[in-house]
């Protein structure tokens, strides 16, 4: 009997512990979306187009020419927006690392000419 007892107690005791600690455990999951990537962007474009044309031939298909047109202008500005946003992206990259490129020649060349002209001033002064 008193075995039958502690079993539920600690039974009790387990079924507290779950419910008053699973909302931390699930505070935990991460729901912020990473920003696209340039990759990303060109590929949904990519896609983006693809459906402007199967919309497009579909909607001719059945007769429905305007209504093809108007779903295709909708496809085609859709992805033209990925992939300007995934250039921009790019670009920006592209051009952080031509800054910091150009910093290292900079420093190089800085460093050689000091030496050069040190060599000269030696050179000339006797």
Aim: proline residues 3%.
């Amino acid at each position: 009997m008193i075995r039958k007892m502690s079993q539920v107690i600690l039974m009790i005791a387990v079924m507290v512990a779950f419910t008053a600690f699973s909302p931390y455990a699930m505070a935990q999951d991460d729901k912020v979306k990473a920003p696209p990537t340039t990759k990303g962007q060109m590929k949904e474009g990519g896609k983006e187009m693809g459906k402007a044309g199967k919309s497009m031939g579909s909607n001719v298909k059945h007769g429905r020419i305007a209504r093809g047109g108007k779903h295709f202008g909708k496809h085609v500005a859709h992805g033209s927006k990925n992939i300007a946003k995934g250039t921009a992206t790019g670009a920006k990259e592209v051009g952080h690392e031509t800054a910091s490129g150009a910093k290292k020649v900079g420093r190089g060349t800085k460093k050689v000419a000091k030496k050069t002209g040190h060599a000269i001033k030696k050179a000339v002064t006797p």
